[in-house]
């Protein structure tokens, strides 16, 4: 789990390797429980919905998490490449997920798929 976490920190700007399936899922989730918890603990302490701005402090925080947003969506964008990578399958198969509903399931199915020999090592 933890040497998945840093695989996917460590190869963040690499879209051309592979990645297993625990390369891929378990970022997936610890990068949620992650965002939650931050997101609650935030929204305790400033009392009201993180992405409501009152003051020159909200905007910090706005501003920090839009940063944080933008590095995990590109680093989860580049996992699912290599993820795709790894059964085989061009990059260009993330593109799926603008398909509304039946995009995202598919690439759910697609990144559940079991590693094949690939030409991407």
Do not use: C
């Not at 790894?86 to 198969?93: A, E, P």
């Amino acid at each position: 789990m933890i040497t998945s976490y840093k695989k996917f920190w460590n190869n963040f700007l690499d879209a051309s390797g592979t990645a297993s399936r625990s390369d891929y899922w378990w970022p997936v989730i610890i990068n949620f429980v992650l965002g939650a918890l931050i997101v609650n603990f935030i929204q305790g302490l400033t009392g009201h919905p993180i992405t409501e701005i009152y003051n020159v402090q909200d905007l910090t925080v706005s501003m920090i998490r839009n940063v944080a947003i933008i590095v995990l969506w590109f680093a989860n964008l580049t996992v699912s490449i290599r993820r795709l990578h790894d059964t085989d399958r061009s990059g260009w198969w993330v593109l799926i997920s603008i398909i509304p509903f039946i995009g995202t399931i598919w690439k759910i199915i697609l990144m559940l798929l079991p590693s094949k020999p690939s030409r991407w090592n």
